[in-house]
Nanobody
Framework: QVQLVESGGGLVQPGGSLRLSCAAS????????MAWYRQAPGKQRELVAT???????NYADSVWGRFTLSRDSGKNTVHLQMNSLKPEDTAVYYC??????????WGQGTQVTVSS
């Protein structure tokens, strides 16, 4: 089992920045990839950014150049630095961990609201 705890969401004005963190605990050695997803009201959950154990990182086109995913292996934590935030970035952001075998794990989600 893997437990994921997100933090860092909140309310920010357009153009502002937020940093999300996801702390993983439990069977960390089984994880081969970690990711951030988001879900806006009335929309499907979408992939924001993902990183594998080999440190390759992919971003959704909508956040490329504005968001940066980083991984602190020593602390089993992934961060999502979000800059130049737009109202359309408003969503609940979820941390995701993919194990070598079995279903992915999800955090409880953290709300990000971009509004003036």
């Amino acid at each position: 089992q893997v437990q994921l705890v997100e933090s860092g969401g909140g309310l920010v004005q357009p153009g502002g920045s937020l940093r999300l963190s996801c702390a993983a605990s439990g069977s960390i050695s089984s994880i081969i990839a970690m990711a951030w997803y988001r879900q806006a009201p009335g929309k499907q959950r979408e992939l924001v950014a993902t990183t594998t154990s080999g440190s390759h990182i992919n971003y959704a086109d909508s956040v490329w150049g504005r968001f940066t995913l980083s991984r602190d292996s020593g602390k089993n934590t992934v961060h999502l630095q979000m800059n130049s935030l737009k109202p359309e970035d408003t969503a609940v952001y979820y941390c995701n961990a993919l194990p070598f075998v079995g279903q992915a794990y999800w955090g409880q989600g953290t709300q990000v609201t971009v509004s003036s």
